[in-house]
């Protein structure tokens, strides 16, 4: 059975704090794996990842994949109000099936 | 271009009625899901369909949900009859098979069953 789990399941942090987010997975047929934020309404798209070891950034946002190893992170450097939300990661099969994690719930303390 | 529209936005059901959700996925999409997110189960896949044919729907909780694809521009999820178990927020995602894998997500029902 597919299983992805995230951790921590929620962090308070100050802002400026960097934060490292957790991804691990098992499914069958991995094609590639995506993050998402979801502030309070529907998920946005912010990374998909396909090879190990290259990282994708964007702004403070990066993110890397280790496909020997099932696992993920997602790091925020320099943290921000505005950066809190739920942020969820989702392994897709070669079959284009998507699963999602229950998230890690990131709160930043102005 | 329009994204992936959902209706209703939000339903307030009694226990034991019907309830139908639709969903537009965006023109050109060719995969689509229907998800469920409450605060306890995180966001669930239902079901999904490539090219209007299900192919998995092992996440539809029992027979009292059913979805349906008749072309490749709406689906529908139902739920007869409606429990306040199935209180949840209902996503619709479409994607481009083989294509950037990226998930576009409507905007969600929230569905409320009393």
């Known amino acids: 059975e597919d299983k992805v789990v995230q951790s921590p399941l929620s962090l308070v942090v100050h802002e400026g704090d960097t934060v490292t987010l957790n991804c691990s997975y098992e499914?069958?047929?991995?094609?590639?794996l995506l993050w998402y934020k979801q502030e309070k309404k529907a998920p946005t798209f912010l990374f998909m990842l396909?090879?190990?070891?290259i990282e994708k950034k964007s702004g403070r946002l990066s993110s890397i994949l280790d496909k020997k190893e099932l696992f993920s992170i997602l790091n925020i450097t320099a943290t921000q109000t505005g950066d809190s939300a739920i942020y969820l990661c989702a392994p897709r099969h070669r079959d284009d099936k998507i699963i999602f994690g229950k998230g890690t719930r990131l709160h930043i303390l102005p | 271009d329009a994204g992936v529209i959902q209706s209703p936005r939000h339903e307030v059901t009694e226990m034991g009625q019907e309830v139908t959700l639709r969903c537009k996925p965006i023109s050109g999409h060719n995969s689509l899901f229907w998800y469920r997110q409450t605060m306890m189960r995180g966001l669930e896949l239902l079901i999904y369909?490539?090219?209007?044919?299900?192919?998995?729907d092992s996440g539809m909780p029992e027979d009292r949900f059913s979805a349906k694809m008749p072309n490749a521009s709406f689906s529908t999820l139902k739920i007869q009859p409606s429990e306040p178990r199935d209180s949840a927020v209902y996503f619709c995602a479409s994607s481009l098979r083989g294509g950037g894998g990226e998930l576009f997500f409507g905007e969600g029902s929230r569905l409320t069953v009393l």
């Open positions: 369909f490539n090219n209007n044919v299900p192919i998995d």
């Open positions: 396909t090879s190990s070891g």
């Open positions: 499914v069958t047929n991995f094609r590639s």
